[in-house]
């Protein structure tokens, strides 16, 4: 994934490829992709965590969740559409299903490091909710 000055970015290619994987895996909410642009999805994608969070440390967390970033592409475009509380907590429960069908096709059947991804997976979405919760 590139970075520019430590920011979480996409290039086109990047887009098109977590696009098109989203597509495949059949990720809740990929309808919305078809109203984005590759460049605005580009503009739009922030990483995993929050815009608060310093770019240095979403951009290690992206690179660290490198296979569960379709389910984070369309997660970032719920966020951009906007919502009600309501909603966005449905967005975070659709991170967690994408997430979940990110993780069983992209990991071996059993593995320790798919463990330790959905691991990861339920705390993101524990943290989206609490910061829903908090700001929203």
């Not at 290039?11 to 098109?20: A, M, Q, Y």
């Not at 290690?60 to 379709?70: E, V």
């Not at 069983?104 to 919760?133: H, P």
Request: net charge positive.
């Amino acid at each position: 994934m590139p970075t520019e000055h430590g920011a979480c970015i996409l290039s086109v290619g990047d887009v098109i490829e977590l696009r098109l994987k989203a597509r495949a895996y059949a990720l809740v909410g990929i309808d919305k992709l078809s109203d984005y642009s590759d460049t605005r999805l580009a503009a739009v994608y922030n990483g995993v965590g929050p815009d608060w969070f310093p770019a240095k440390l979403r951009d290690s967390l992206s690179r660290l969740n490198k296979r569960i970033l379709p389910a984070v592409l369309v997660h970032d475009i719920d966020y951009d559409s906007g919502g009600t509380k309501a909603e966005f907590l449905i967005y975070n429960r659709n991170l967690g299903i994408n997430s979940e069908i990110c993780i069983e096709r992209e990991y071996a059947k059993w593995s320790l490091q798919k463990l330790f991804a959905q691991w990861r997976v339920k705390r993101y979405v524990k943290l989206c909710d609490l910061y829903v919760n908090l700001v929203k």
